[in-house]
């Protein structure tokens, strides 16, 4: 072959695998029913579907009910034991690793995902789960066996788990319980030792995707911060004006609703200690004798005004209240909480984090059908793979 002939084959073979790369990039790469079910599937249960399920899923996004296919895919048990599990095992630890053992908070949110509880109640509910399993340690408030079990045994949560109270399970006020920030694994976690700021500033990086240097906000009046914040740290206080101001201005009157709160290293079990306020709120005090002295559990959200009303506090609460439950409400009915569990969903179910317009608009249009449609979560999960079932 001459050396023209051959560049000109060798244009020909170009040319033809460019036309086909060009065809292949402009087709879908998940572009079947069945392909696109069986994606969805595997991202909301983790394991592949049977053929029954994955031919009535096919048949769902082929009419145009996607929302419906995902559905199907979260009756699958592993949606609980696994996804859900992994899903929120990272917000019970300040590590916020995923290879934790489950325990009452995990299985708390399992429960009120399975059975569609109102989400918005998730930091402020008299709730908690247990298992009613043969062979697995009675729930006790002051260790983690039962949960222990169940994830040892591979207990199948969607079908064991049954709600029960704190009130009665821990011994609680009902006004003292608040969700999943009164059960144990959050207790032990956010309330051992320190001054119990660490549940606030956790509770709002989990469940309202903000942590503390993004809601600073300089302007807020420094009357409620305590006594242990020093207000010339190395002796200089712009420091305090410039940068503590910022956190503190607003946490210390939020984090007051936990003021009768520990957890006991000794006991191993929540302790609340109605109308007394734990000691760790008054330590360090000579740091700034001036300084706020804590003497009940009433909170305010200086928040509600400046450039944290972005937050979207709901109109009909007060903004002030007593105790960890009125705060959980507080920070629960908030646009924030809401955006947040939508956007967590998303990065769960696509893959990634909202990149683009269209994505940015799929996560309003379900944040809004999220709280007008009463908090229910596997609607969230559905709305959402059903989104990206493409991708």
């Known amino acids: 072959m001459s050396r023209k002939t051959a560049s000109r084959a060798g244009h020909i073979v170009m040319a033809a695998t460019t036309a086909l790369l060009a065809t292949a990039a402009a087709q879908p790469a998940w572009s079947g029913a069945r392909e696109q079910a069986r994606r969805m599937h ?19 996004i082929s009419g145009g009910s996607p929302a419906t296919a995902a559905q199907r895919a979260m009756a699958n048990s592993s949606f609980y034991n696994v996804t859900l599990k992994n899903f929120a095992a990272p917000w019970t630890n300040r590590d916020q690793s995923v290879f934790v053992p489950l325990n009452d908070y995990t299985a708390t949110v399992i429960g009120m995902v399975r059975d569609d509880v109102d989400f918005s109640t998730l930091l402020s509910a008299d709730l908690v789960y247990v298992a009613n399993t043969p062979g697995a340690p009675a729930y006790s408030a002051a260790g983690n066996a039962h949960y222990q079990y169940l994830d040892d045994n591979s207990v199948d949560l969607k079908a064991a788990l049954q709600p029960q109270t704190q009130s009665g399970l821990l011994g609680l006020p009902v006004a003292a319980t608040a969700g999943i920030l009164t059960t144990r694994g959050a207790s032990q976690a956010f309330f051992i030792n320190g001054t119990n700021r660490a549940m606030f500033r956790f509770t709002m990086l989990n469940h309202l995707c903000h942590d503390m240097d993004q809601v600073s906000d300089t302007t807020r009046p420094t009357d409620r911060i305590r006594q242990d914040v020093s207000r010339s740290p190395g002796g200089d206080s712009r420091v305090f004006l410039n940068n503590c101001v910022g956190c503190h201005s607003g946490m210390d009157p939020m984090a007051q609703a936990f003021a009768f709160y520990n957890f006991n290293e000794a006991t191993g079990r929540l302790e609340y200690t109605a109308n007394a306020v734990q000691p760790k709120y008054l330590i360090n005090s000579d740091n700034f004798k001036p300084g706020y002295v804590t003497v009940d559990d009433h909170w305010d959200n200086y928040w509600r005004k400046g450039p944290n009303q972005k937050l979207g506090w709901d109109a009909s609460l007060s903004g002030s209240g007593t105790g960890a439950k009125s705060l959980g409400q507080e920070l629960g009915r908030s646009d924030a909480f809401a955006q947040c569990q939508v956007e967590k969903v998303f990065k769960a179910m696509c893959l990634r984090e909202p990149g683009n317009a269209a994505d940015r608009a799929e996560v309003q249009q379900v944040k809004n059908s999220f709280k007008s449609g009463g908090y229910k979560m596997k609607q969230v999960f559905a709305d959402t793979a059903a989104y990206c079932m493409g991708d």
């Open 42 to 60: 595997d991202r909301i249960a983790g394991v592949p579907p049977t053929d029954a399920v994955l031919t009535q899923m096919a048949a769902d």
